[in-house]
């Protein structure tokens, strides 16, 4: 396996587990939970930061242990080959993600709060309810998360593939 | 997979060359070890400007390292 496979690895781990815990967290909260809630907020910060000095802290770990130069400091043209064609799965998730948190805003319209009663969790909101601007956003930071993760699936795949 | 349509002899030429590595041939074209593997294994067809770097340290031509399978 190559340093930037494994670098890959890592983002996708960290992907996966920040934007797993702040969603396991936001969607069981319960459907009249206040989503502009300081703690909230600050479980949003928290989780950005973590994504970002998580992957970076840790790509230099695995660099480091390889012995700093090779592979893992140099890219050529097929690591830049690799990362258009990553960036460009990554760009298709995003833009259907996107198209789907439309219609389902469009699907489902009303006044926002007018029908909570038929919600237990912030889950039932997103799939039932009409939606708050704090719950598009959830819907928006998930489509964010799944661009991410499809860009570097597709990197460990590129790179497990040979190109 | 499909492997690319490009064929190569790299490998012979490496050998033929003191047995030259993967690593040494990366340095010297300026590329990646892996990416020389994947060349190698036909899995990745490299640019033109690639395949003529790697041509001219061999001393040779393109088409005396590189081939295309009709």
């Known amino acids: 396996m190559s340093n930037r496979e494994r670098i890959s690895w890592v983002a996708l781990m960290v992907n996966l587990t920040a934007g797993g815990s702040y969603f396991a967290n936001i969607l069981l909260l319960p459907a009249s939970a206040d989503l502009f ?14 994504v970002i000095i998580a992957s970076e802290v840790l790509s230099r770990i695995v660099q480091k ?6 592979d893992a400091a140099d890219i050529d043209e097929r690591d830049t080959a ?8 990554a760009h298709y998730v995003l833009g259907g993600a996107l198209v789907a948190v439309i219609i389902r805003i469009v699907l489902i319209k009303g006044e926002p709060d007018s029908t909570l009663h038929n919600a237990e969790s912030v889950l039932d909101v997103l799939m039932k309810e009409p939606l708050a601007v704090m719950h598009v956003v959830q819907l928006l930071v998930a489509a964010l998360c799944l661009s991410a993760v499809a860009f570097n699936l597709s990197r460990i795949f590129f790179y497990r593939r040979g190109y | ?9 790299i490998r012979r030429l490496r050998f033929e060359m003191g047995e030259m590595t993967q690593q040494q041939l990366a340095d010297a074209v300026g590329a990646t070890r892996q990416t020389i593997i994947a060349i190698e294994s ?4 490299p640019s033109l400007e690639l395949a003529f770097r790697i041509a ?6 393109v088409e005396d390292v590189f081939g295309f399978r009709d």
Do not use: C
């Open chain 1, 82 to 89: 690799i990362q258009l064609r990553a960036h460009r799965n």
């Open chain 2, 42 to 45: 036909g899995k990745y067809a």
């Open chain 2, 1 to 9: 997979m499909v492997p690319t349509e490009v064929t190569n002899s």
């Open chain 1, 37 to 50: 809630d300081s703690r909230v907020a600050h479980m949003s910060v928290w989780v950005v930061f973590l």
């Open chain 2, 56 to 61: 001219r340290h061999f001393g040779r031509g």
């Open chain 1, 65 to 70: 242990r390889a012995g700093g130069g090779g």
